[in-house]
């Protein structure tokens, strides 16, 4: 994740700086923003845990650990923007933990949604297997190896930094964003190698899993289209996270056609980054299903849930 743009200052623009104006409502709005969609995945969460018919399905876990890894790398992203404009320094260290469990929280979203699709396409195409191949434990054990493989990604950064740093580096100040910290060539390089090889299987996973869906049958009942259609939603949602990876070319694109609002356009980049794709995770997984739905309504609205747990069908989040 390229966080040499996290905010909208001025941050390699040289001189340019928000007025103080500006600058306090670009943060009421992220902070306003942060707020309101982690009070929505906190409401799917508490939902999660409060019915047995949720945490008994590895369907939601692997959904509500989308939720939880969201809400952390959204608090944490919203964290560094405020910084950026109150402290615009902080000490690398400091720095340095808040970038490594924000790139973690990063590089575990496309993985979390290759194996949504996988569990999908097992209900689906394997129905009679389902409830061997994806029991409660394998799915914890799932979530466990993507976060191991997202530290075998970000861990090396860390390494060639404490190999080619000196030690007064680790007790100074700077801006916190990943290029100001992980500066060795190696590691861009080594970043840009493994974020094509994840999104490169991340892909290939999910056109695999929509196409075997798309012929399993040849009746196109209401399970397979919900399944299909949560294929193509967890691509829709890959396709916002992949703009992370290419913040740079979208800044360049966006600069070209107003070439005189670099704030405006950083501030844009960040939104449509780092905001917009977990605003949309919650609405299009949680939501819109029925189960979800049914509970979601009523903590939202601070009510006391009541009724039978509902019936759930295969791939509805």
Partial sequence: ??????????????????????????????????????????TLVHTFRKHQIFTSSPRYILFIHLVINDMMQLLLTTFLHVISYTLYTINVSFCLILLIITILTTLNTPLNLAGMAVECYIAICMPLRHGQICTV?????????IWVASAFSALPDL????ATEPLHF?????FCARDYVFRSTYSLKKRDVSHFVCLALVWLTLFYTY?????????????????????LLHGFQLFLCMLTYVRHTFEQALLHLFPKQYLAVRFASYVIVQILPRFISPIVYGLRDQAFRRYVRRYLLCKVSVGNHPETSPCQT
């Fill in 159 to 162: 390494f060639i930094l404490l």
């Fill in 211 to 231: 196409f075997r869906i798309l012929f399993t049958a040849k009746e196109a009942t209401m399970d397979i289209k919900k399944a299909r259609n949560t294929i």
């Fill in 170 to 174: 680790f007790h100074s100040k700077l």
């Fill in 1 to 42: 994740m390229n966080f040499s743009s996290v905010n909208g200052t001025s941050t390699t623009a040289g001189s340019q700086r928000d007025t103080f104006t500006t600058a306090v409502t670009k943060n009421v709005i992220v902070t306003a923003l942060c707020i309101s969609i982690n009070y929505i995945n906190g």
């Fill in 137 to 145: 434990r394998k799915t914890y054990i799932l979530i466990g190896l």
